[in-house]
């Protein structure tokens, strides 16, 4: 009876060990809802919310191996919302409830001569209205993000540009 009790305390303290171990994946902690709030930020054109939680020394890579900072991706973001209106960000599948944007933050452990490291990845479709043609740009868009020290040091854009720098280049230039 004892060896059967000392058992079930072994089996008890080791199984409620609850210490992280390994690459944890949440969805309602306060990156992914930064993530959340910087969208919203986005959606609502308040360039400088946006930056708040940019690194000065943010690396953003727009389909390209090549970085865009700060100066660029703010003006890139006015010169969008002054081509389109109505600008939404969704996530539904088969009929299911929109989530507006699919969140989720990774954090990694250190492995293999890497640091540990937080990043968030996002999902949606991106649309909006051309306030020039009045065309509709629909496109799916996955964005990833690195964390280091509460802010985003390094953005990757992945979505197919084509139908939105269409409308984009009809901006008349000054």
Avoid at 69 to 80: K, L, N, R, Y
Avoid at 138 to 153: A, H, L, M, S, Y
Wanted: aromatic content about 12%; charged content about 15%.
């Amino acid at each position: 009876m004892k060896k059967i009790i000392l058992i079930f305390l072994t089996a008890l303290f080791v199984g409620c060990d609850t210490a992280p171990t390994g690459v944890q994946v949440t969805f309602d902690d306060e990156k992914s809802n930064a993530i959340r709030a910087h969208y919203q930020n986005y959606l609502n054109n308040n360039v400088e919310a946006l930056q708040s939680l940019w690194s000065p020394d943010l690396n953003i890579y727009i389909n390209s191996t090549e970085a865009a900072g700060v100066d660029d991706i703010s003006t890139a973001i006015t010169a969008q919302h002054m081509v389109f209106e109505n600008i939404k960000m969704s996530f539904a599948e088969d009929g299911g409830e929109d989530l507006g944007v699919w969140v989720q933050t990774i954090n990694y452990p250190a492995n293999n001569g890497y640091e540990a490291s937080t990043h968030s990845q996002t999902w949606f479709t991106w649309s909006g209205t051309s306030k020039i043609s009045g065309n509709e740009v629909v496109t799916p868009v996955f964005i990833g993000f690195q964390w280091e020290d509460g802010k985003i040091i390094n953005e990757w854009h992945h979505y197919d540009p084509t139908n939105m720098n269409a409308e984009m280049a009809l901006l008349p230039t000054e």
